[in-house]
């Protein structure tokens, strides 16, 4: 079984404008909701074989929270250039190309991207997902490029202002 986890990064900063959008950080509710999320998934003990992250400041940011969080090695983050701005597609044939090895692995990046792929993938999953939405879908295969939707299923949802957090 794959199992993809999809989150969108935490709430930024638009506080300074001197910093282009690849530079903005998390402001304070984002530093808040990304250790609280990593908090749910260790309190569910999950853990991913491989986190890959979008190269701005504030998906980096909110990698790093969560992995802390869960136990991941922050040096073992990846980063990938073409998450920045990436599409839907450019999303899922990244996923379609990954090492068969992985079973879980955990992608973070932007909007629209981020929540059309999970609607697309799944369409239980909302076509806009609230910022640091942690969104876990699962797959009865034993190869990525097999990841289709009508295959994927809904494991998780939650987001931080989800009062119906199983764990907290």
Not at 3 to 14: F, N
Not at 29 to 38: E, K, L, T
Not at 90 to 114: E, F, K, S
Request: proline letters at 8%.
């Amino acid at each position: 079984m794959k199992r993809l986890t999809l989150i969108r990064h935490a709430k930024s900063s638009w506080s300074d404008p001197g910093l282009s959008d690849f530079e903005r950080p998390l402001n304070q509710r984002g530093n808040r909701d990304a250790p609280r999320m990593g908090q749910r998934l260790a309190s569910a003990d999950i853990h991913f074989d491989r986190m890959i992250t979008s190269p701005a400041n504030r998906a980096i940011s909110t990698a790093r929270l969560i992995a802390k969080a869960i136990g991941y090695p922050a040096a073992q983050i990846v980063t990938e250039p073409r998450f920045y701005e990436a599409s839907p597609q450019t999303l899922l044939d990244y996923v379609r190309r990954l090492d068969d090895r992985d079973d879980h692995v955990a992608l973070i990046g932007h909007n629209p991207a981020i929540s059309l792929l999970a609607h697309h993938l799944c369409p239980e999953v909302p076509g806009d997902l609230p910022t640091c939405a942690v969104v876990r879908l699962a797959c009865e295969t034993d190869n990525w490029q097999a990841l289709m939707p009508g295959r994927v299923m809904l494991l998780q949802l939650d987001y931080p202002k989800n009062r119906a957090s199983p764990t907290e």
